[in-house]
């Protein structure tokens, strides 16, 4: 649609004019600084990030990402922000995740805008909600940006619906990790 031709549009004019993103200056309407943001970067497709999360990725001075979030949405942050890697594979940690809650406090009680950019949603199968309690129990602000989850957006690309009236009724997630086996 227009919104996926406009963020295509935006990449190409940042990799064009050697710039990173937006002004440096430029704040998204509501992004505060002080803050940390946990947003949904979709399912892999930059066209799929939502509004919201492209404004904050915009006017962040930190941005904390995870393995599966495409690389080009790296390119709508601002030159002069600093981006971190904590992506996690089975079994390789670039960070934990008390290094990851350290980060973003740190950051947030330097004055920053601080994007958190998970793939897919950041309350289905990430560490969103882990996070949100860290910040929480930080007095850290703190606010949540919802992503496209790959659940949802992997069968509407094939064009199955994950429910339908004379079908089914209903959708379960399950995850093929918990605390125990997943660090």
Do not use: W
């Amino acid at each position: 649609g227009p919104e996926y031709a406009e963020l295509v549009d935006d990449l190409a004019d940042a990799r064009e004019s050697g710039k990173r993103g937006g002004d440096a200056g430029a704040q998204a309407p509501g992004a505060e600084p002080g803050t940390v943001y946990l947003v949904g970067a979709g399912p892999g497709d930059p066209g799929l990030l939502t509004v919201r999360g492209r404004r904050l990725l915009g006017s962040a001075d930190t941005v904390v990402y995870d393995a599966l979030v495409d690389a080009r949405l790296l390119d709508l942050c601002p030159a002069a922000a600093s981006r971190i890697y904590v992506g996690k594979r089975s079994g390789r940690h670039a960070r934990s995740q008390d290094e990851i809650n350290g980060i973003l406090v740190a950051d947030a009680r330097a004055g920053r805008r601080v994007v958190r950019l998970k793939g897919g949603d950041p309350f289905v199968f990430g560490r969103g909600g882990e996070e949100a309690e860290a910040m929480a129990a930080a007095g850290v602000r703190f606010e949540v940006v919802p992503g496209v989850s790959a659940g949802v957006a992997a069968p509407a690309y094939a064009g199955i619906p994950l429910t339908h009236r004379s079908v089914t009724g209903e959708v379960v997630f399950v995850t093929g990790h918990d605390r125990g086996t997943a660090a």
